[in-house]
């Protein structure tokens, strides 16, 4: 890792030269570039247009802090404070996921389901905005999101987490969405019935070797017992009880659990089950339907 010694005098193009070499799965380039450019404050195009800047003492000594947390492998969204998602800027902290290019396949299957294309649910005639729980919210993004891109559903973002709630609550004011938050266990402080519950719970198995990767982000928000399947089978089972009649439930997995989730969701009698690809190819959303038979 350069010292600020061997920095001082460089230019920025000679600097990002050295990143290059430094690049690799764990550290990419495009981390190391973003975190020069949020220490200069300058978009990545003044790389090209003013390549021959030399940083300041004070940016030098910014940019090697922040090359050695990028080294251990905290992600650069944790040290910027903020994450880009479907096109809009959510801050983030330790207490929260980073949100991540493959989850907004969850917004764009709501967005295109007909239930939801109208942004209503017409009943005898009436029309009614959609009610939507974003179960574990995190930072609010999937919820936030839907309530911006269907300016009439009443949205509610449910987290057990004080820290994480509060940072959604920051997001959605910021973002000038009409969110209510709620602190609960997944459901246990829910009291209403939704058309949509979506959700993006802990999936990983604890056992494996990708977490390593993942150290840096809240370990509670990541692994789930039974396989990963814990808390997804908790979450399809209870909440057919928070469900209004035809209700829709869409959950994130990972790219080997597509199967196990359908079986869960159609053996708790849910209808028009079916799995979403993520932008990668990888079976990564799965949506079932629920009828009150009662």
Known sequence: ?????????????????????????ALP???????LSYVLNQPLAF??????????????SSIQAGLARLSSGEPLAYL??????WGREFSVNAHTLIPRADTEILI???????????NTDRLDGITKPVTILDLGTGTGCIGITLALELPLA???????????????????????????????????????????IITNPPYINENDEHLARLQHEPITALVAAESGLADIRHIIKTGRAYLKDGGLMAIEHGFDQAEAVRNLYLSSGYLDVYTIQDYGGNDRVTLGRYKNCG
């Open 29 to 35: 380039l495009h981390w190391l570039d973003g975190w």
């Open 154 to 196: 009443q949205v509610t973002l449910v987290d057990v987490s004080t820290e994480a709630l509060n940072v959604a609550a920051q997001n959605s004011q910021r973002l000038e969405a009409d969110c209510q938050v709620l602190q609960s266990d997944w459901f246990v402080k829910v009291v209403d019935k939704f058309d949509l």
């Open 80 to 85: 910027i404070g903020r994450q880009s998602f």
């Open 47 to 60: 790389f090209i247009t003013d390549g021959d800047y030399q940083p300041t003492e004070d940016e030098l």
């Open 108 to 118: 764009e299957t709501v967005l295109n389901h007909p239930k939801f294309k109208q």
């Open 1 to 25: 890792m350069p010292t600020i010694t061997q920095l001082h005098g460089l230019t920025v193009r000679q600097i990002r030269e050295i990143f290059k070499t430094l690049s690799s799965d």
